[in-house]
């Protein structure tokens, strides 16, 4: 059985950083494509960021892509998101999921497990 914990999530004002990591347990975590996902109220959970077996290759959604970076300890079974230059609409929810794959993808319905989500509210 996979587990998976998101931490480090919070308020922060506009302009500021935060890292949201995600630890695993479970199957081996280098087999995994790995991605986060994020829901705001209201809205339907969307694509944040994907990121390959390796960490050598990753994959972002237009509206993060710049700010936010994706990385990954798989000797530490962690996942981290470090995001930069946090805007009012990147409050949501944050959830890390994952499948076992050699490829990304940014289809929430590719994934197999996911975490309870960490919140991220960014005041303006």
């Known amino acids: 059985q996979v587990q998976l914990v998101e931490s480090g999530g919070g308020l922060v004002q506009a302009g500021g950083s935060l890292r949201l990591s995600c630890s695993a347990s479970g199957r081996a975590f280098i087999t995994w494509t790995m991605a986060w996902f994020r829901q705001a109220p209201g809205k339907e959970r969307e694509f944040v960021g994907t990121?390959?077996?390796?960490?050598?290759?990753?994959a972002y959604a237009d509206s993060v892509k710049g700010r936010f970076t994706m990385s990954r300890d798989n000797a530490g079974n962690t996942m981290y998101l470090q995001m930069n230059n946090l805007k009012p609409e990147d409050t949501a929810v944050y959830y890390c999921?994952?499948?076992?794959?050699?490829?990304?993808?940014?289809?929430?319905?590719?994934?197999?497990?996911w975490g309870q989500g960490t919140q991220v509210t960014v005041s303006s």
């Open positions: 990121i390959s077996r390796t960490g050598d290759n990753s």
């Open positions: 999921a994952s499948v076992n794959s050699r490829l990304l993808h940014s289809a929430a319905t590719s994934y197999e497990y």
